[in-house]
């Protein structure tokens, strides 16, 4: 996930409400101000005009003050060029992430296992005794019973809703009489999972990975995740990997544990495709070997994680600012988007934001992601509809009034959480879906990991006498009008003419 800088955005002359709130605070209280906030990155923000903004400020820490904020637009105050900035992502220079992830990359593809040490130590302080390891040959890690009923919750959710489609895989026609074709499907040989643990261990991406490459008949499953400080394996990560029957775990992360997947070394096994969310150096990594003589796929371009939340007059205020809170604690370059009608509570809600940020652990990324997010102000839900489809968020919530209704009219998000009872958090866990989904816009061309993602398809065919006897000659007249005579030959000499 690539972190973001900041320019000045111009502010609205009208004054806005600010609600400041302290860790052990009983409620919040609201003062005017004019608004005084930073824009994102992208030198189109600079345009968009600010309306208001949420201020949280814990009490742990006088000398420290940690400010909880998120402004306010109104959509119908912007002009066209304001309202596509708005759905601009933060923006990182790729180029010089690029230029940290190549030599890593090009190291890896050359001295393998060193490389993987040597990178391993620096980046996290840890120096690997074995680079590599077989999940068969590791003991069974010991779980409190209710972390592990969790986990085996979790996992037959996503089990049940992976196979159910497997159903939908395989395809036999008869376009015509004698002509059968067929799609069928095949398990992606060897695949690599990365199951980051940078500023989060995230045990749930293993099960998320690993379960539907299990369905699919994946042979060799390579997890790549970073080794705690004395070099062995979370343990919920590792019970994952045994209950779902991954091959190998690779002991690394980053961009180092990318490249040895995309390009094998001594001990880890090369593999053919490569899944998982990570940061900026992480995604650096999977596209640049896409593009490379490694010969590796990747499930999706990722950025950094990100919620845009519908709700309407009757989403509670503290429900709303949870789901916020929930995505923009995941890092400091995560975005987070509010979009309500007029007759919502707002002030309610950036003060809910302000009393819970202030509270939360990771309140110091949470604020740095609630400084390039936002709120809209649209005139109904069908605008806030229109507005979801052009952001193309990686989590849709939808807090309205029945909720079912504007499933047709939502065409872009990556996961879409219907009606008051489904907080995005479900879904990053244990609901069943997947959470590895495309960020940044991307939902626009991509879909998230599902069982397909772990599959590849071949075409067959199969002709009857009679069958290319009723087909034959209109694929000689077609081969004729390309000029492609071999073609044209490959059926009439099958035919007896000329």
Known sequence: MNSCGSLAASASSSHLAVARASRHAAGTSRVSSACRLRAPSSRARDVVRCRSQAVAEPATDPDQIQKMSMRTYVLAELGAEEQKALLARPRKDFTSILGTVQPIVDAVSARGDSAVREYTAKFDGVELESVVVLVADLPEPVLDPDVKEAFDLAYANIETFHLAQKDLADVDVETMPGVRCRRVSRPIGAVGLYVPGGTA????????????????????????????????????VLYVAKKAGVTHILKAGGAQAVAAMGHGTETCPKVDKIFGPGNQFVTAAKMTLQNSEA???????????????????????????????????????????????????????????????????????TAQALGHSYAVVVKDIAEACTFSNGYAPEHLIVNVENAEALLPE????????????????????????????PTYGYSRMYSGVCLDSFLKYMTVQELTKEGLQALGPAVARMAAVEGLEAHRRAVTLRLGIE
């Not at 998000?413 to 009606?419: D, E, Q, R, V």
Request: hydrophobic share 50%; proline share 10%.
């Open 410 to 437: 939502l065409d872009n998000a990556g996961s879409i959480f219907l009606g008051r009872w489904t907080p995005e958090s479900v879904g990053d866990y244990a609901s069943g879906t997947n959470h590895v989904l």
């Open 201 to 236: 261990v995230l045990p749930s991406t293993s099960l998320m990975l690993s379960v539907p490459a299990r369905i699919a008949g994946c042979k060799t499953v390579v997890l790549a995740t970073p080794p705690r400080s004395d070099g062995s394996i979370v343990p919920e």
């Open 295 to 365: 010969m590796v796929a990747i499930d999706m371009p990722a950025g950094p994680s990100e919620v845009l939340v519908i709700a309407d007059a009757g989403a509670p205020p503290a429900h709303v600012a949870a789901d916020l809170l929930s995505q923009a604690e995941h890092g400091p370059d995560s975005q987070v988007v509010l979009v309500v009608t007029p007759d919502v509570d707002l002030d309610a809600i950036v003060a809910a934001i302000a009393t819970q940020a202030a509270a939360l652990p990771r309140a110091e990324i």
